[in-house]
């Protein structure tokens, strides 16, 4: 029987198709930070599944049956490596038995690796509460940080598909460009508040803080992962109070009750914050933009706060 020119065609054009589906590499990134920058460097050449919402809180997360699937064939497992997501990733990867993905694996990227880590602790107890013993994992809410983890990915992702290493490089060199500029604009944004100190429900922005030279080191939980009781809730009003301090940072998986108590007592404004992009309206575009709107939000904050917001600077 002759063979249809049409149904060669169309056969020819279905495998190309599925060729090129399976030539991208398919990523599992832990949350959407990572998920972003993922993105940002692999473009069209990579598939990336995010499995951590961006409003939900990274410590507890429950595992889907698609969550153990994809990790089985995924070529890529992009995770913070600093122990944020260790409670309910490790039996995942067990349970997946990937090798691609194991830790020492090519594709197993910790991208805390190259990065200093804040607040290691000297030792570990219960009494500390949900203390890293790496050190604090929210080291992306510095951007400086995203450049490391830019270059990792890239390094990665071009030695597991050299047939577009040089897309992975020049995706890299397109986000640490637009980052070179952006950053001068976001620290002069924040310059005029130098030294102020605000609140934040938990302690998850020291490299924010180190950065834009802030201080956020009074936090309405008592110790990480420690629910507020009245009595640490009634000391911190009282040190808002004594310090002037006038704004308190909030994730969209916080709860809101403490900190509305807190800043009817004070009166503090709370500002909607995210680690995570597409966490609060307006972030979804990626990591730069969630930065663009971290540091127009807290400085709108600051600007609208009493003067005596920076209390340790004394008046002439």
Same mark, same amino acid.
């Given at each position: 029987m002759a063979r249809n020119p049409l149904f060669t065609?169309?056969?020819?054009?279905?495998?190309?198709?599925?060729?090129?589906?399976?030539?991208?590499?398919?990523?599992?990134?832990?949350?959407?930070?990572l998920a972003a920058l993922a993105r940002a460097v692999g473009g069209a050449h990579v598939e990336i599944l995010t499995l951590a919402r961006p409003t939900e809180d990274?410590?507890?997360?429950?595992?889907?049956?698609?969550?153990?699937?994809?990790?089985?064939?995924a070529d890529v497992l992009v995770h913070g490596g600093a122990g944020l997501e260790s409670a309910w990733l490790t039996p995942l990867l067990q349970q997946a038995r990937n090798a691609r993905i194991l830790p020492?694996?090519?594709?197993?990227?910790?991208?805390?690796e190259g990065v200093t880590l804040l607040e290691v602790p000297e030792r570990l107890d219960r009494s500390q509460g949900d203390v890293h013993p790496a050190g604090n994992p929210h080291f992306l809410t510095d951007p400086e940080n995203a450049r490391i983890v830019v270059h990792h990915l890239a390094d990665v992702f071009a030695e597991l598909d050299p047939a577009h290493a040089a897309d992975y490089r020049a995706n890299e060199k397109a986000f640490v460009t637009a980052l070179d500029q952006r950053l001068p604009q976001w620290q002069a944004r924040l310059r005029p508040f130098a030294g102020a100190r605000l609140?934040?429900?938990?302690?998850?922005?020291?490299?924010?803080?180190?950065?834009?030279?802030?201080?956020i080191d009074l936090f309405l939980e008592p110790k990480p992962g420690i629910p507020p009781s009245a009595a640490h809730l009634a000391a911190v009003i009282a040190e808002m109070k004594?310090? =002037?301090?006038?704004?308190?940072?909030?994730?969209? *998986?916080?709860?809101?009750?403490?900190?509305?108590?807190? !800043?009817? &007592?004070?009166?503090?404004?709370?500002v909607p914050v995210a680690q995570y992009? =597409?966490?609060?309206?307006?972030?979804?575009?990626? *990591?730069?933009?969630?930065?663009?709107?971290?540091?127009? !939000?807290? &400085?709108?904050?600051?600007?609208?706060?009493?003067?005596?917001?920076?209390?340790?600077v004394s008046s002439p």
């Open positions: 065609c169309l056969t020819l054009a279905v495998i190309s198709l599925a060729s090129s589906a399976r030539a991208r590499l398919d990523v599992v990134a832990t949350t959407a930070d990274p410590h507890f997360v429950d595992p889907r049956p698609s969550y153990l699937v994809r990790l089985s064939r020492a694996a090519r594709g197993n990227v910790a991208c805390c609140a934040a429900y938990h302690n998850a922005w020291p490299y924010f803080a180190r950065r834009f030279n802030l201080r004594a310090q =002037g301090v006038r704004v308190i940072l909030l994730d969209p *998986y916080q709860n809101r009750r403490p900190a509305e108590t807190v !800043a009817r &007592a004070t009166g503090a404004r709370i992009p =597409g966490g609060i309206p307006g972030t979804e575009g990626g *990591y730069l933009e969630l930065m663009d709107h971290l540091v127009r !939000a807290i &400085a709108e904050a600051l600007e609208s706060a009493p003067a005596r917001a920076n209390p340790s």
